[in-house]
């Protein structure tokens, strides 16, 4: 095989609709996800974080895209959202979170919330997003209510 075979555009990916499509798609394959994460358009990264389908390592590939501080607060919540974030992808998410609130640029403040309410972060790993710089009175509220709300995990 020659090099960059792998990365051509499958002949059903004609138009921005067709990679649409596929992101929706209940059927689609690990490949093709893999290869609809590569591309370049963000309506086609937040159609895979809204598909139960996506499998773990494309949400993890999902999790460093960027676009524009609307699409790119959407797909983190998206991505904190998804059934099947593992821990690590919610940590990715978390992280990517943190430098936006730190760098003041974007309010992503719906992921902060979707974050809140996922049993595989403890409390104490969400807690410092109401201390950076770009943390408003708002979302500090709504995390402390989101984290009160939880029902404890069962030992």
């Known amino acids: 095989m020659g090099m960059g075979e792998h990365d051509e555009v499958p002949p059903r990916f004609r138009t921005p609709a067709d990679y649409l499509d596929a992101a929706s798609a209940l059927h689609t394959d690990m490949q093709t996800f893999l290869h609809l994460a590569r591309c370049p358009y963000p309506f086609v990264w937040q159609a895979m974080a809204s598909n139960p389908r996506t499998p773990v390592d494309v949400l993890a590939d999902l999790s460093s895209k960027r676009d524009s501080a609307w699409n790119d607060g959407l797909l983190l919540r998206l991505l904190a ?75």
């Open 81 to 155: 959202e998804h059934p099947n974030a593992d821990r690590e992808v919610l940590l990715r998410v978390m992280a990517e979170i943190e430098a936006r609130l730190l760098s003041s640029t974007t309010r992503p403040y719906a992921a902060v919330l979707a974050l809140a309410t996922r049993q595989e972060l403890q409390p104490d790993e969400l807690h410092h997003l109401a201390a950076l710089p770009g943390a408003s009175a708002r979302m500090r509220t709504g995390l402390r209510r989101r984290l009160a709300e939880r029902t404890p995990r069962k030992q």
